[in-house]
Antibody, heavy 117, light 112 residues
Framework: EVQLVESGGGFVQPGGSLRLSCAAS????????MIWVRQAPGKGLEWVSV???????NYADSVKGRFTISRDKSKNTLYLQMNSLRAEDTAVYYC???????????WGQGTLVTVSS | DIVMTQSPESLAVSLGERATIKCKSSQSVLYRSNNKNYLGWYQQKPGQPPKLLIY???TRESGVPDRFSGSGSGTDFTLTISSLQAEDVAVYYCQQYFSMYTFGQGTKLEIK
């Protein structure tokens, strides 16, 4: 059974850092595209970042230069390193598996990041 | 960047009636090499992650009831629920995956 479990969210002051984790089971992370999507309180979905199977990455303009997506093959885990956090980064962060050409077919339950002074 | 625009922002439909949600992309999401539209529809219920309903604009994901259908090509797409059930109350999002993964702003569907 495919499962994705996020962790690492919490409360952080502006300018601070957090690293989110997404532990996968039932499939191999490195064989799929993996994305992070966030949802600010009461708002819609915003794509954040993608890690392709070959290892290349891409980011939304709103986080470029501040966030870094990566994976650990030995742990079958996806990460999102978030630096220079701003109040507008406050959101539930979801990781999702992307079937190439088909969309995001499995999602985690999300982890809440709150950036506030 | 491809911008996705959904309409309406909210919609109230009676049980058993048809619900229609529109999605427009700022540029074509049709991949000509395989003639597939890289457009998906998601359903999100309160407190839950999104669920993939439809990919390639019109192909239902496994297990999705056949009252859900998608249509359209190029830049204009539609999600139709043929006979609204109480469990369909949710926010619906379109997403293009032609170039990155941008979402529409969402359509909140309620019972009239």
């Amino acid at each position: 059974e495919v499962q994705l479990v996020e962790s690492g969210g919490g409360f952080v002051q502006p300018g601070g850092s957090l690293r989110l984790s997404c532990a996968a089971s039932g499939f191999t992370v490195s064989r799929y595209y993996m994305i992070w999507v966030r949802q600010a309180p009461g708002k819609g979905l915003e794509w954040v970042s993608v890690l392709y199977g070959g290892g290349s990455t891409n980011y939304a303009d709103s986080v470029k230069g501040r966030f870094t997506i990566s994976r650990d093959k030995s742990k079958n885990t996806l990460y999102l390193q978030m630096n220079s956090l701003r109040a507008e980064d406050t959101a539930v962060y979801y990781c999702a598996r992307v079937q190439q050409d088909l969309g995001a077919d499995y999602w985690g339950q999300g982890t809440l990041v709150t950036v506030s002074s | 960047d491809i911008v996705m625009t959904q309409s309406p922002e909210s919609l109230a439909v009676s049980l058993g009636e048809r619900a229609t949600i529109k999605c427009k992309s700022s540029q074509s999401v049709l991949y000509r090499s395989n003639n597939k539209n890289y457009l998906g529809w998601y359903q999100q219920k309160p407190g839950q992650p999104p669920k993939l309903l439809i990919y390639w604009a019109s192909t239902r994901e496994s297990g999705v009831p056949d009252r859900f259908s998608g249509s359209g090509s190029g830049t204009d797409f539609t999600l139709t629920i043929s006979s609204l059930q109480a469990e369909d109350v949710a926010v619906y999002y379109c997403q293009q995956y032609f170039s990155m993964y941008t979402f529409g702003q969402g359509t909140k569907l309620e019972i009239k």
